[in-house]
């Protein structure tokens, strides 16, 4: 005999879909409006400094791809001329006719 099973034994319920959850949401984005306007003199002075302070962060972060400066060894640069094909009638850099 099979008994009917109720959806919200299951599995838990997403505390943002109750209305407490709501509340929560709606109790922080009043909390942030009038921290903004309150502080917003302090955050606007701070933008100079948090501009010349994303130049370095921008170095160090941006400069991870490509393994740093200084540690090539000679077998990972490239040759010079080494992209173009060699031709068999070339000779001291003189083509033959």
Known sequence: MK??????GDEPRNLWRTRYGVGLMVLGAVAAFFLFVEH???LFGALPFLLILACPLM?????RGHG???HHTGAD???PGAD????????NGHESQ
Request: charged content about 20%.
């Open 3 to 8: 008994h009917p099973t109720s959806s919200q």
């Open 40 to 42: 917003r003199a302090h």
């Open 59 to 63: 170095h160090l972060f941006m400069h």
């Open 68 to 70: 740093g400066h200084g």
């Open 77 to 79: 640069q490239p040759q």
């Open 84 to 91: 173009e094909p060699r031709r068999p009638n070339q000779e």
